[in-house]
Antibody, heavy 114, light 112 residues
Framework: QVQIQQWGAGLLKPSETLSLTCAVY????????WSWLRQTPGKGLEWIGE???????NYNPSLKSRVTLSLDTSKNQFSLKLSSVTAADTAVYYC????????WGQGTLVTVSS | DIVMTQSPDSLAVSLGERATINCKSS????????????LAWYQQKPGQPPKVLIY???TRESGVPDRFSGSGSGTDFTLTINNLQAEDVAVYYC?????????FGQGTNLEI
């Protein structure tokens, strides 16, 4: 059974870069798109973007200018970088396979505060 | 973007009764080439990530009790929970994966 574990810094200052990584265990990494999402009480669930094992990406236009997705197929890992964060980027961030296994990581609370 | 609108926002149902949650998409999520609706339902409990219940609008995920069922096509979808149990208290979301940016409904808070 596929499991996804995620990690990364949980407290950032405005203008810093958010960096999170997910690792996929117990199943195939290839052949799927791997997504990043975030959740806030005000905006609900927001899809950030996705990357597949070939490095092909799709981004939410609302965040595209600040988002970089990457992957390391040798480790079955994929990563998110979100630049120039503000308080509005405070959220629980998830990685997930929305169109494949439909498994989600456990979530990481990221707080942006000076 | 495809806007997903759920109704109601909140729902209180007695144990053993039926809960019905509706989801409407601003455009069709039915892909004509394979006749599949790119619509999923998720359940989220406090402090946990969303868990998939239904995908392709009506296919139940392995391990999900058969009291959960999904129906609908095109732009109108329904999640039905029969014989409501205490552990079904959660927030439920519909989600379209027909096109990017993928989008979710605002959530329906189900209470006993």
């Amino acid at each position: 059974q596929v499991q996804i574990q995620q990690w990364g810094a949980g407290l950032l200052k405005p203008s810093e870069t958010l960096s999170l990584t997910c690792a996929v265990y117990g199943g195939s990494f290839g052949g799927y798109y791997w997504s990043w999402l975030r959740q806030t009480p005000g905006k609900g669930l927001e899809w950030i973007g996705e990357i597949n094992d070939s490095g092909s990406t799709n981004y939410n236009p609302s965040l595209k200018s600040r988002v970089t997705l990457s992957l390391d197929t040798s480790k079955n890992q994929f990563s998110l970088k979100l630049s120039s964060v503000t308080a509005a980027d405070t959220a629980v961030y998830y990685c997930a396979s929305l169109t494949g296994t439909r498994r989600w990581g456990q979530g990481t609370l990221v707080t942006v505060s000076s | 973007d495809i806007v997903m609108t759920q109704s109601p926002d909140s729902l209180a149902v007695s144990l053993g009764e039926r809960a019905t949650i509706n989801c409407k998409s601003s455009q069709s999520v039915l892909y004509s080439s394979n006749n599949e609706n790119y619509l999923a339902w998720y359940q989220q409990k406090p402090g946990q990530p969303p868990k998939v219940l239904i995908y392709w609008a009506s296919t139940r995920e392995s391990g999900v009790p058969d009291r959960f069922s999904g129906s609908g096509s095109g732009t109108d979808f329904t999640l039905t929970i029969n014989n409501l149990q205490a552990e079904d208290v959660a927030v439920y979301y519909c989600h379209q994966y027909y096109t990017t940016p993928y989008t979710f409904g605002q959530g329906t808070n189900l209470e006993i």
